[in-house]
Protein backbone atom coordinates (compact mmCIF):
# COMPACT_ATOMS: atom_id res chain seq x y z
CA UNK A 1 0.00 0.00 0.00
CA UNK A 2 1.32 3.19 -1.12
CA UNK A 3 1.64 6.21 1.94
CA UNK A 4 -0.51 8.92 1.46
CA UNK A 5 1.09 11.99 -0.30
CA UNK A 6 0.66 15.79 0.98
CA UNK A 7 -1.27 17.73 -1.98
CA UNK A 8 0.87 20.71 -3.21
CA UNK A 9 1.06 23.58 -0.70
CA UNK A 10 -0.53 25.52 -3.70
CA UNK A 11 -3.56 23.46 -3.82
CA UNK A 12 -4.38 23.27 -0.32
CA UNK A 13 -4.39 27.16 0.17
CA UNK A 14 -6.05 27.64 -3.12
CA UNK A 15 -9.39 28.44 -1.11
CA UNK A 16 -7.70 31.58 0.31
CA UNK A 17 -7.82 32.78 -3.57
CA UNK A 18 -11.37 33.54 -2.84
CA UNK A 19 -10.86 36.25 -0.17
CA UNK A 20 -10.61 39.61 -0.40
CA UNK A 21 -8.06 39.96 2.77
CA UNK A 22 -4.71 39.93 1.90
CA UNK A 23 -3.00 36.75 3.10
CA UNK A 24 0.32 34.50 3.41
CA UNK A 25 1.39 31.33 4.30
CA UNK A 26 5.07 31.65 5.76
CA UNK A 27 7.40 29.52 7.25
CA UNK A 28 8.70 30.65 10.86
CA UNK A 29 11.80 32.58 9.55
CA UNK A 30 9.50 34.35 7.61
CA UNK A 31 9.97 32.91 4.06
CA UNK A 32 6.72 32.72 1.93
CA UNK A 33 5.15 29.44 0.99
CA UNK A 34 2.29 30.79 -0.51
CA UNK A 35 0.74 34.02 -1.22
CA UNK A 36 -2.84 35.08 -2.36
CA UNK A 37 -4.13 36.91 -5.13
CA UNK A 38 -5.37 39.28 -2.86
CA UNK A 39 -1.65 39.72 -1.56
CA UNK A 40 -0.33 39.46 -5.15
CA UNK A 41 -2.52 42.91 -6.07
CA UNK A 42 -1.61 44.79 -2.79
CA UNK A 43 1.93 44.52 -3.41
CA UNK A 44 1.94 44.88 -7.01
CA UNK A 45 4.04 41.60 -7.94
CA UNK A 46 3.59 38.59 -8.76
CA UNK A 47 3.40 35.09 -7.19
CA UNK A 48 6.34 33.54 -8.15
CA UNK A 49 8.22 36.58 -6.91
CA UNK A 50 6.61 36.77 -3.22
CA UNK A 51 7.06 33.00 -2.76
CA UNK A 52 10.05 31.98 -1.14
CA UNK A 53 10.94 35.73 -0.42
CA UNK A 54 11.14 37.00 3.35
CA UNK A 55 7.62 38.57 3.93
CA UNK A 56 9.30 40.58 7.08
CA UNK A 57 11.06 42.31 4.28
CA UNK A 58 7.67 43.75 2.61
CA UNK A 59 7.16 45.76 6.02
CA UNK A 60 8.34 49.45 7.29
CA UNK A 61 9.46 47.48 10.19
CA UNK A 62 10.21 44.12 9.75
CA UNK A 63 11.41 43.16 12.76
CA UNK A 64 8.01 43.20 14.04
CA UNK A 65 6.34 41.12 11.77
CA UNK A 66 9.86 38.50 12.25
CA UNK A 67 9.23 38.36 16.38
CA UNK A 68 5.94 37.54 16.02
CA UNK A 69 6.40 34.79 13.70
CA UNK A 70 9.36 33.45 15.97
CA UNK A 71 6.85 33.77 19.23
CA UNK A 72 4.30 31.70 16.69
CA UNK A 73 6.46 29.17 15.50
CA UNK A 74 7.96 27.93 19.33
CA UNK A 75 4.14 28.24 20.44
CA UNK A 76 4.27 31.10 22.53
CA UNK A 77 1.13 31.88 21.41
CA UNK A 78 -2.06 30.90 19.31
CA UNK A 79 -2.70 34.11 17.53
CA UNK A 80 -1.29 37.75 17.48
CA UNK A 81 -2.53 41.07 16.32
CA UNK A 82 -1.26 43.97 15.67
CA UNK A 83 -0.92 47.42 13.17
CA UNK A 84 1.89 47.93 10.68
CA UNK A 85 2.56 49.34 7.16
CA UNK A 86 2.89 47.44 4.24
CA UNK A 87 5.40 48.24 1.81
CA UNK A 88 3.86 48.50 -2.27
CA UNK A 89 5.84 48.48 -5.66
CA UNK A 90 5.12 52.13 -6.74
CA UNK A 91 2.97 52.82 -3.97
CA UNK A 92 2.76 54.59 -1.13
CA UNK A 93 2.48 52.29 2.27
CA UNK A 94 -0.81 50.92 3.47
CA UNK A 95 -1.83 50.80 6.43
CA UNK A 96 -2.95 47.26 7.66
CA UNK A 97 -3.81 45.26 10.47
CA UNK A 98 -1.97 42.21 11.05
CA UNK A 99 -2.92 38.53 12.26
CA UNK A 100 -0.26 36.10 12.79
CA UNK A 101 -1.69 32.37 14.01
CA UNK A 102 -0.06 29.15 13.52
CA UNK A 103 -2.22 26.27 11.59
CA UNK A 104 -2.46 22.63 12.29
CA UNK A 105 1.12 21.75 10.82
CA UNK A 106 4.74 22.30 12.32
CA UNK A 107 6.38 25.08 10.51
CA UNK A 108 3.25 26.68 8.74
CA UNK A 109 2.02 30.02 10.08
CA UNK A 110 -0.70 32.22 8.51
CA UNK A 111 -0.48 35.40 8.15
CA UNK A 112 -3.51 37.77 7.35
CA UNK A 113 -3.30 41.21 6.37
CA UNK A 114 -6.59 43.59 6.45
CA UNK A 115 -6.17 47.10 4.97
CA UNK A 116 -7.55 49.22 7.54
CA UNK A 117 -9.80 51.66 5.01
CA UNK A 118 -11.20 47.51 3.59
CA UNK A 119 -11.14 47.13 7.40
CA UNK A 120 -13.41 50.18 7.86
CA UNK A 121 -15.52 49.84 4.94
CA UNK A 122 -16.49 46.53 5.70
CA UNK A 123 -17.63 47.35 9.36
CA UNK A 124 -20.06 50.03 7.44
CA UNK A 125 -21.45 47.73 5.32
CA UNK A 126 -22.15 45.11 8.19
CA UNK A 127 -23.47 48.12 9.84
CA UNK A 128 -25.65 49.01 6.66
CA UNK A 129 -26.94 44.89 6.59
CA UNK A 130 -27.25 44.93 10.21
CA UNK A 131 -29.64 48.24 10.22
CA UNK A 132 -31.53 47.39 7.14
CA UNK A 133 -32.66 44.19 8.78
CA UNK A 134 -33.59 45.99 12.04
CA UNK A 135 -35.45 48.78 10.18
CA UNK A 136 -37.73 45.56 8.22
CA UNK A 137 -38.57 43.98 11.50
CA UNK A 138 -39.35 47.30 13.00
CA UNK A 139 -41.16 48.45 10.03
CA UNK A 140 -43.08 45.20 9.54
CA UNK A 141 -44.11 45.55 13.28
CA UNK A 142 -45.31 49.15 13.54
CA UNK A 143 -46.87 48.91 10.62
CA UNK A 144 -49.53 46.15 11.82
CA UNK A 145 -49.46 47.58 15.20
CA UNK A 146 -50.73 51.24 13.35
CA UNK A 147 -52.80 49.19 11.03
CA UNK A 148 -55.09 47.46 13.50
CA UNK A 149 -56.31 50.23 15.35
CA UNK A 150 -56.81 52.53 12.16
CA UNK A 151 -60.04 50.53 10.54
CA UNK A 152 -61.65 50.95 14.25
CA UNK A 153 -60.73 54.97 14.23
CA UNK A 154 -62.06 55.84 10.75
CA UNK A 155 -65.22 53.37 11.05
CA UNK A 156 -66.14 54.77 14.02
CA UNK A 157 -65.64 58.55 12.49
CA UNK A 158 -68.28 57.18 9.42
CA UNK A 159 -70.49 56.18 12.23
CA UNK A 160 -70.15 59.38 14.26
CA UNK A 161 -70.70 61.61 10.97
CA UNK A 162 -74.39 59.74 10.58
CA UNK A 163 -75.33 60.66 13.83
CA UNK A 164 -73.99 64.14 14.62
CA UNK A 165 -75.27 67.93 13.27
CA UNK A 166 -74.06 69.15 9.83
CA UNK A 167 -71.99 71.90 10.76
CA UNK A 168 -69.63 69.32 12.62
CA UNK A 169 -69.16 67.15 10.04
CA UNK A 170 -66.23 69.07 9.47
CA UNK A 171 -64.67 67.50 12.08
CA UNK A 172 -65.16 63.47 11.63
CA UNK A 173 -63.87 64.62 7.78
CA UNK A 174 -60.44 65.49 9.54
CA UNK A 175 -60.50 62.35 11.39
CA UNK A 176 -61.45 60.16 8.34
CA UNK A 177 -58.85 61.91 5.62
CA UNK A 178 -55.88 61.48 8.57
CA UNK A 179 -57.06 57.74 9.09
CA UNK A 180 -57.03 57.63 5.17
CA UNK A 181 -53.35 59.17 5.29
CA UNK A 182 -51.77 56.84 7.35
CA UNK A 183 -53.26 53.86 5.67
CA UNK A 184 -51.64 55.04 2.59
CA UNK A 185 -48.48 55.51 4.69
CA UNK A 186 -48.22 51.89 6.54
CA UNK A 187 -49.18 50.51 3.08
CA UNK A 188 -46.35 52.09 1.35
CA UNK A 189 -44.18 50.70 4.64
CA UNK A 190 -45.20 47.31 3.99
CA UNK A 191 -45.20 47.03 0.48
CA UNK A 192 -42.21 45.24 -0.02
CA UNK A 193 -42.76 42.98 2.08
CA UNK A 194 -46.35 42.00 0.45
CA UNK A 195 -45.00 42.60 -3.18
CA UNK A 196 -43.88 38.87 -4.28
CA UNK A 197 -40.26 38.59 -6.37
CA UNK A 198 -40.67 38.71 -9.89
CA UNK A 199 -37.53 37.66 -10.98
CA UNK A 200 -36.50 37.64 -15.00
CA UNK A 201 -33.60 39.05 -17.00
CA UNK A 202 -32.82 42.41 -16.29
CA UNK A 203 -30.83 45.08 -18.57
CA UNK A 204 -29.95 47.67 -15.99
CA UNK A 205 -29.68 50.75 -18.70
CA UNK A 206 -33.58 49.91 -19.84
CA UNK A 207 -33.75 49.96 -16.07
CA UNK A 208 -32.20 53.38 -15.98
CA UNK A 209 -34.36 54.74 -19.30
CA UNK A 210 -36.91 54.05 -17.53
CA UNK A 211 -36.00 56.18 -14.49
CA UNK A 212 -34.63 59.03 -16.87
CA UNK A 213 -38.05 59.00 -18.90
CA UNK A 214 -39.68 59.59 -15.74
CA UNK A 215 -37.68 62.14 -14.31
CA UNK A 216 -37.90 64.42 -17.66
CA UNK A 217 -41.44 64.08 -17.74
CA UNK A 218 -41.73 65.70 -14.20
CA UNK A 219 -38.73 67.95 -14.24
CA UNK A 220 -38.66 68.99 -18.14
CA UNK A 221 -36.90 72.10 -17.63
CA UNK A 222 -33.43 73.43 -15.65
CA UNK A 223 -32.35 69.55 -15.58
CA UNK A 224 -29.61 67.60 -17.93
CA UNK A 225 -29.74 63.95 -17.61
CA UNK A 226 -26.29 62.37 -18.74
CA UNK A 227 -25.69 59.03 -19.56
CA UNK A 228 -22.64 57.70 -18.90
CA UNK A 229 -22.92 53.42 -19.98
CA UNK A 230 -20.85 50.61 -20.07
CA UNK A 231 -22.60 48.37 -22.84
CA UNK A 232 -20.63 45.32 -21.97
CA UNK A 233 -22.38 45.04 -18.45
CA UNK A 234 -24.44 41.69 -18.65
CA UNK A 235 -28.06 40.91 -18.52
CA UNK A 236 -28.70 39.34 -14.80
CA UNK A 237 -31.41 37.80 -13.05
CA UNK A 238 -33.70 40.29 -10.53
CA UNK A 239 -37.24 42.45 -9.95
CA UNK A 240 -37.13 44.60 -13.01
CA UNK A 241 -40.10 46.55 -11.03
CA UNK A 242 -38.12 46.48 -8.13
CA UNK A 243 -35.04 47.93 -9.57
CA UNK A 244 -37.12 50.46 -11.59
CA UNK A 245 -38.41 52.17 -8.59
CA UNK A 246 -35.31 51.77 -6.29
CA UNK A 247 -33.65 53.81 -8.89
CA UNK A 248 -36.66 56.32 -9.37
CA UNK A 249 -36.78 56.58 -5.54
CA UNK A 250 -32.72 58.06 -5.50
CA UNK A 251 -32.96 59.98 -8.65
CA UNK A 252 -36.09 61.73 -7.54
CA UNK A 253 -34.93 62.60 -4.33
CA UNK A 254 -32.13 63.99 -6.10
CA UNK A 255 -33.78 66.23 -8.27
CA UNK A 256 -35.87 67.31 -5.54
CA UNK A 257 -32.56 68.35 -3.88
CA UNK A 258 -31.41 70.29 -7.07
CA UNK A 259 -34.84 72.26 -6.65
CA UNK A 260 -32.57 75.65 -6.85
CA UNK A 261 -30.56 74.51 -9.40
CA UNK A 262 -33.31 73.50 -11.93
CA UNK A 263 -34.53 77.27 -10.99
CA UNK A 264 -31.65 78.23 -12.39
CA UNK A 265 -31.39 76.19 -15.29
CA UNK A 266 -27.72 74.37 -14.70
CA UNK A 267 -29.33 71.09 -12.39
CA UNK A 268 -27.43 67.71 -13.55
CA UNK A 269 -28.12 64.03 -12.86
CA UNK A 270 -25.66 61.70 -13.71
CA UNK A 271 -26.62 57.85 -14.46
CA UNK A 272 -23.20 55.80 -14.52
CA UNK A 273 -22.37 52.23 -14.79
CA UNK A 274 -19.53 50.37 -14.61
CA UNK A 275 -18.60 46.46 -13.95
CA UNK A 276 -16.26 45.65 -10.45
CA UNK A 277 -14.13 43.15 -10.45
CA UNK A 278 -13.16 41.41 -7.27
CA UNK A 279 -15.14 43.17 -4.98
CA UNK A 280 -16.54 42.74 -1.64
CA UNK A 281 -19.48 43.49 -0.17
CA UNK A 282 -22.14 41.93 2.39
CA UNK A 283 -19.10 39.98 3.58
CA UNK A 284 -18.73 38.19 0.73
CA UNK A 285 -16.21 38.10 -2.37
CA UNK A 286 -17.67 38.47 -5.88
CA UNK A 287 -15.89 37.75 -9.10
CA UNK A 288 -17.97 40.51 -11.14
CA UNK A 289 -20.45 43.22 -9.94
CA UNK A 290 -22.88 45.89 -11.49
CA UNK A 291 -22.07 49.69 -10.18
CA UNK A 292 -24.39 51.84 -10.76
CA UNK A 293 -23.91 55.50 -9.92
CA UNK A 294 -26.68 58.27 -9.59
CA UNK A 295 -24.99 61.44 -9.41
CA UNK A 296 -26.08 64.84 -8.96
CA UNK A 297 -24.65 68.37 -8.92
CA UNK A 298 -27.19 69.47 -5.85
CA UNK A 299 -26.41 70.87 -2.00
CA UNK A 300 -25.33 67.47 -0.56
CA UNK A 301 -26.90 65.07 2.40
CA UNK A 302 -26.93 67.31 5.34
CA UNK A 303 -24.61 66.27 8.02
CA UNK A 304 -27.24 65.87 10.59
CA UNK A 305 -28.68 62.82 8.98
CA UNK A 306 -25.85 61.75 6.82
CA UNK A 307 -25.39 58.33 8.66
CA UNK A 308 -29.49 57.91 9.20
CA UNK A 309 -30.42 58.77 5.67
CA UNK A 310 -31.79 55.26 5.21
CA UNK A 311 -33.29 54.83 8.91
CA UNK A 312 -37.17 54.46 7.64
CA UNK A 313 -38.88 58.25 8.31
CA UNK A 314 -35.79 60.38 7.96
CA UNK A 315 -35.75 63.50 5.16
CA UNK A 316 -33.77 65.87 5.39
CA UNK A 317 -36.51 68.43 3.05
CA UNK A 318 -39.20 69.44 4.39
CA UNK A 319 -42.76 67.50 3.79
CA UNK A 320 -40.97 64.63 2.41
CA UNK A 321 -42.30 61.10 3.64
CA UNK A 322 -38.11 59.71 5.00
CA UNK A 323 -39.55 56.13 2.84
CA UNK A 324 -37.60 56.48 -0.34
CA UNK A 325 -33.94 55.86 0.07
CA UNK A 326 -35.07 53.00 3.11
CA UNK A 327 -37.20 51.50 -0.31
CA UNK A 328 -34.89 51.57 -2.12
CA UNK A 329 -31.96 50.08 -0.16
CA UNK A 330 -34.43 47.29 1.03
CA UNK A 331 -34.93 46.81 -3.22
CA UNK A 332 -31.20 46.52 -3.56
CA UNK A 333 -30.83 44.28 -0.65
CA UNK A 334 -32.85 41.76 -1.84
CA UNK A 335 -31.01 41.49 -5.40
CA UNK A 336 -27.98 40.64 -2.63
CA UNK A 337 -26.80 43.89 -3.59
CA UNK A 338 -25.87 47.40 -1.29
CA UNK A 339 -26.81 51.25 -1.72
CA UNK A 340 -23.13 53.35 -0.51
CA UNK A 341 -23.64 57.47 -0.67
CA UNK A 342 -20.65 59.70 -0.68
CA UNK A 343 -21.71 63.05 -0.49
CA UNK A 344 -20.26 66.77 -0.50
CA UNK A 345 -21.74 70.28 -1.32
CA UNK A 346 -22.04 69.97 -4.81
CA UNK A 347 -21.68 66.29 -5.60
CA UNK A 348 -23.72 63.32 -4.29
CA UNK A 349 -23.09 60.21 -5.45
CA UNK A 350 -25.30 56.78 -4.21
CA UNK A 351 -23.78 53.67 -5.64
CA UNK A 352 -25.97 50.64 -6.10
CA UNK A 353 -23.40 47.84 -6.18
CA UNK A 354 -25.30 44.09 -7.60
CA UNK A 355 -23.77 41.08 -8.00
CA UNK A 356 -23.46 39.69 -11.61
CA UNK A 357 -22.83 35.97 -12.54
Known sequence: ???????????????????????????????????????????????RTIEGAKLPDCFTEPHILQNALEGAGSNEFAALRYDAWLKRLNHDPLPVHVIVAQTERPG????????LEQQAKQDREERLIDQAQANKELIRNLA???????????????????????????YTQVIIHEADRLQTLV?????????????????IHEVC?????????????????VREYDISIPEFRGDREQ????????????????????????????????????????????????????????????DSIKDRIFYPLVSGREGGSG??????????QQHHGLIECDSVPGRTDFKLLIPLP
Open 187 to 203: DRLLAPHRRPHVVGDVN
Open 323 to 332: LGLTLAQTFV
Open 243 to 302: LIQAVLNIAHNACQALSERIAAGDAQLVFRTRIARQVTFGKQRYRLALELHVIDNGPGVP
Open 144 to 170: HEIKNPLGGIRGAAQLLQLEIDASLTE
Open 1 to 47: MKPATRPPITQRFQSFDLLATLVAVVQSDGAVLFANSALEDALGTSR
Open 108 to 115: EIIVELLP
Open 209 to 225: ERVRSLILAEFPRGLKV
